[in-house]
């Protein structure tokens, strides 16, 4: 598998997405090197890629040690509150903010402002993590006394369903969402970032105005 070949592949989609819905810029692309080794990740590096994400604490700071400084760690994962002090001070972004709980632990062991998404569940599957959507503003309001954590943005992750009318509704609706709370004009929550879209939906993701789409399998592969 070439890295190479598989992003400028990606890129052209992404590319024909935008186009299609109208939007001028295309979303970040972050390779998810959870299942691949430290030389395939130097190899993403080497084909362009700037964006890592990382789902396992200690996975995430081996691939943080092995790539060059201007490398940008995304921790996309479920993260328990005990691992909190392992690794928030490393992380560029955090994807999954979805408990108040959370919120307290990394404002205690946070050095520093963190840029974090809240992870929605937006079509409500019992085995997803994340809030719903009609609890985003409360969740975003209690998030207000946390002065280390920053809402970026919002993310989500859609069923793994072939219904494509589906999963762009359930995009779209996060995307409205995302630039409700933007309105708001919140300093602690600018919410300018939308995180959504894996390797079998990015282009829908794309249309939807995703600003940040997080592709493993189909840029990187799958080794370990």
């Given at each position: ?12 989609e ?7 819905a109208?939007?001028?810029t295309q979303p ?9 080794t430290?030389d ?10 700037r964006h890592?994400?990382?789902?396992r604490v200690e ?5 943080q040690?092995?790539?060059p400084d201007?490398?940008?760690f995304h ?6 509150t005990?691992?909190?002090?392992e690794?928030?001070?490393q992380v560029?972004?955090f ?6 709980k959370?919120?307290?632990e ?7 402002k963190?840029?974090c998404f809240v992870?929605?569940?937006?079509s409500?599957?019992e085995?997803k993590?994340?809030?719903t959507?009609?609890?985003?503003n409360?969740?975003?309001?209690a998030?207000?006394e946390?002065d280390?954590?920053?809402?970026v ?7 793994l369903?072939?219904d494509v009318?589906y999963?762009?509704?359930?995009f779209?609706?996060?995307k ?7 309105a708001?004009?919140?300093s602690y929550?600018p ?9 079998n939906?990015?282009?829908?993701a794309?249309e ?5 789409v ?9 080794e370990?």
């Amino acid at each position: 598998m070439n890295v190479q070949q598989n992003y400028d592949k990606i890129k052209t989609e992404l590319d024909t997405s935008i186009k299609k819905a109208g939007i001028s810029t295309q979303p970040n692309v972050i390779a998810v090197t959870k299942y691949v080794t430290i030389d395939r990740a130097n190899e993403a590096y080497d084909a362009g890629l700037r964006h890592f994400g990382e789902n396992r604490v200690e996975g995430f700071l081996a691939k943080q040690n092995a790539l060059p400084d201007d490398a940008v760690f995304h921790f996309i994962g479920t993260l328990q509150t005990r691992k909190v002090k392992e690794v928030i001070n490393q992380v560029d972004y955090f994807h999954a903010l979805d408990r108040l709980k959370l919120a307290k632990e990394i404002q205690k062991r946070a050095e520093h402002k963190v840029k974090c998404f809240v992870q929605v569940n937006v079509s409500e599957e019992e085995s997803k993590q994340g809030i719903t959507i009609n609890e985003i503003n409360d969740f975003i309001e209690a998030i207000k006394e946390y002065d280390n954590i920053e809402v970026v943005g919002l993310m989500t992750m859609a069923p793994l369903t072939g219904d494509v009318d589906y999963i762009r509704q359930l995009f779209n609706t996060l995307k409205e969402k995302q630039s409700e709370i933007q309105a708001l004009n919140l300093s602690y929550a600018p919410c300018t970032e939308l995180s959504m879209g894996m390797s079998n939906d990015y282009q829908l993701a794309a249309e939807a105005g995703a600003s940040f789409v997080r592709i493993g399998t189909k840029l990187v592969g799958k080794e370990e």
